[in-house]
Every structure is written in C-alpha cells, then in structure tokens.
C-alpha cells in the first residue's frame, strides 16, 4: 500500500487529500505519519484556504502578516494561540500587529520624507478601564516602532533648521478633545509619563488633569483637531497619518459628520492616511470603516433627520471629490477636485468603473489613503468583544 502511495504525484495527493481536509488537527495528524506528508501539508496555499475558512479572506494586512510569521502555516499557528491566550476577547497576533504598525512607517516619497502621526484616543463612557489602558499600549508600541524604523532626516542643500524628526500627538477625545501630548518628535519617556498618567487616577500621585474625559463619543471633532495639530506643526510634505482607536459606537448621522470631517481634512492637506482600531464590546467596524473610507452603512441623513439629531458636531459641507460617489449624496457646491479624484484613481490603480476593495464608487476610499489602501487594509480589532458594553 505504501508503494502504490509513493507513486502518486505531490500535486494529486495534495488536491484529492489534502486540500479536502477541513480539519487542521486531522490535517496535522496525517502529516506525522510519513516526510512526504508532513513536506505536502506545509503548502502555504493550503493554510490560507484553512485560514479563510476560520477568519474570512486575507487581505492585504494579512498577507504581509504571513510573510513576517514566514508563511501561512506559522500564521495560523501565531493566529490560534493568540484566540486561545486572550479569549473571551479578539486580539491581533503578534504578525498582525507588526504588519499594522509598519504602515505608520510608510511613505510615498521615500526616505526622506518626515512622518507625522496622531493618535485619536477614545475617552468616552462606552470604554472600560481595561480597553482604555489596550489603547494606550498601542500608542506607546507603535511610537516605539516609529522611533525605531523611521530616521529623522534633513533635507539635502537644506541649513540645519530644516532638521525634521518624525512627530506623534496624543489627544483624548470623547464629547470634546483634549491634547494630552501635542505633535512634537518622539520623546518615548514623556509618552510613557503622560500615557500613565492617563491610566491612573489623580490620588495615586499623579497630575490631577490627566483623567479619563467619559461622556459621548465625537469622531468628528477628534478628527477636526488632528487636522488643526497636522497643519500647524507638521512638516509641508510629512506623511500625516491619523490613528483613530474607538469602539466606533456612533449612531450613523455622528458616523457620516466624522466621514465629512476626514474628507475636509484630506482635501485641505496632502498625504493624508486615516487608520482606526476597534477596541471594546460591541464594536461598530462597519462605522468604523465607512469613516476611514468605506461605503456609508445607511443612507446619509436628509435634512429632516439632521434637524432632529443630537448636536455633536457641527455639521461640515465638504464638496465631493471629481469622480467619487458617495451613496444617497451630491456635491452640495457642485465645484470640481480633481487633484483628490485623480490622486485616489491613480493611488488605487482604478479607472471609473472603480475598484471593489476601494467602498463606494471605487476611488472614494483611496481619498482617505495617501497609500491608496482599502479601508480593510487600515482597520485592525486591537481589542474586542462581540458583547454589547451593556
């Protein structure tokens, strides 16, 4: 019997037997019986498909993930122990993580080009203690990384006032903001004080105003201010990333004046790139999506519901970018932008007919993206439950 099996070819025996196991520990179990298996069953193809079966499609996100973990296998593996070592809660595994972390690294310009990044820290009541201080973590890992992958340069035939260090803001935001750090170079002990601070509580010694805000949660006017941080202190062609870590619990009307906002922003300033990290019970990733670049999850607001939502924000008319089309919605000026429109299509490598990873229309989301991401690409469960926070 054997023999007859070791004259069968690798790729038959890998489509009629294991490409038909759905089971990884039956899949492991064949792989220890005999070298040819256990040298067919690491076939990276495979552990995506088991990866796609478990945790959808990989995207982009993804994929870089399995190269840092050295392939699909060592992926799924990182991927399991970390479900099991955090549950009930979702966590990203170390790979994803690290793949995350890298596109606050990136840059369309090259080496010289200074990155500038604020981090938009959700305060409100929906976010327990145990979410906030997940949120906080981040911050420091990330800035650690940041400090770490990206050199601070000075631009040639430039005098040494041009010096620009890469720059990380810190605001808290929940029915108003608040800057706990503002944008300046990465000085990772002053973000450890002030990020402890903020975890612990006035009578344990530390500074009195540094408390946890509670109350709503206002996207729009988190992002309003890392606007105003960006165009103050960053450098004219810094990559601006703005890192948005919420539990994304917004009604859809305070998700739409938070997508108004982030279009204001990418229109007023280049390189702009928005990132959002679901952390808490319950998290909206659908909202979470749609305001970072992804299609609207309702139809957006007429002038009857505006009128009888809550006072958030104020509303922001933000004409829409030349060629991007925004579900249920026109340019409210009818002028035409074509540096968004063809800054996006030629991001995103789309033509009109658009692109399915790309939200409504095709190009609207790569508006959001100086990278030219999809939403899925800039999204990350940092820390979640499907559990409503109530």
């Known amino acids: 019997m054997v023999s007859h099996v070791a004259t069968v070819p690798d790729d038959v025996l890998s489509t009629a037997v294991l490409q038909r196991m759905d089971c990884v520990r039956d899949l492991c179990a064949l792989a ?53 070592a955090s549950a009930p809660w979702t966590k990203p595994c170390p790979e994803e993580l690290k793949a995350s972390i890298e596109k606050l690294t990136s840059r369309t310009l090259g080496d010289a080009q200074q990155v500038s990044a604020v981090f938009l820290v959700d305060g409100s009541g929906s976010v327990n203690a145990e979410e906030f201080e ?20 000075q631009p040639p035939n430039r005098p040494t006032n041009h010096y620009r260090p890469k720059q ?29 601070e903020m975890m612990c509580s006035p ?23 890392a606007g105003q ?17 919420t539990d994304g619990r917004v009604d ?12 204001q922003l990418a229109d ?45 924000a104020p509303a922001v008319q933000v004409p829409s970018p030349a060629g991007s089309v925004h579900a249920g919605s026109t340019s409210s000026s009818g002028v035409s932008i074509p540096s968004i429109a063809s800054t996006a299509s030629s991001a995103c490598g789309v033509n009109d007919s658009g692109c399915p990873g790309c ?18 690409d800039r999204y990350l469960a940092l820390c979640v439950r499907d559990e409503a926070p109530w």
């Open 203 to 225: 009578w344990l010694g530390f500074d009195s105003w540094v408390v946890r805000m509670n109350g709503g949660t206002n996207v729009a006017v988190a992002v309003q201010k």
């Open 32 to 84: 220890s019986t005999s070298k040819r298996f256990h040298q067919l069953s690491g076939c990276d193809t495979l552990w995506k498909s088991l990866w796609a079966s478990k945790w959808g499609e990989p995207v982009a996100l993804t994929r870089r993930a399995a190269v840092l973990a050295g392939g699909f296998k060592a992926l799924f593996g990182s991927k399991t122990t970390t479900d099991k």
């Open 229 to 245: 941080l960006l165009k103050r202190d960053a450098a004219p062609d810094a990559m601006r990333h703005v890192v948005l870590l």
């Open 252 to 263: 859809s009307y305070q998700a739409h004046e938070a997508r108004q906002m982030a279009e």
């Open 168 to 196: 990380v803001s810190v605001v808290q935001f929940s029915n108003d903001v608040r800057v706990e750090a503002p944008l300046a170079a990465v000085d990772l002990e002053a973000l450890k004080k002030i990020t402890r």
């Open 268 to 312: 007023e300033q280049r390189y702009v790139t928005l990132f959002a990290y679901g952390v808490g019970r319950g998290v909206d990733r659908a909202e979470l999506l749609h305001i970072i670049g992804g299609a609207p999850t309702s139809p957006l607001p007429t002038s009857s519901s505006r009128a009888s939502a809550p006072a958030a």
């Open 359 to 376: 939200g409504a229309g095709g190009r609207t989301a790569a508006v959001l993206s100086a990278l030219g991401e999809a939403p899925e």
């Open 134 to 153: 997940a949120m906080l973590g981040f911050v420091m890992e990330a800035s650690t990384q940041l400090k770490a992958c990206v050199a601070d340069c």
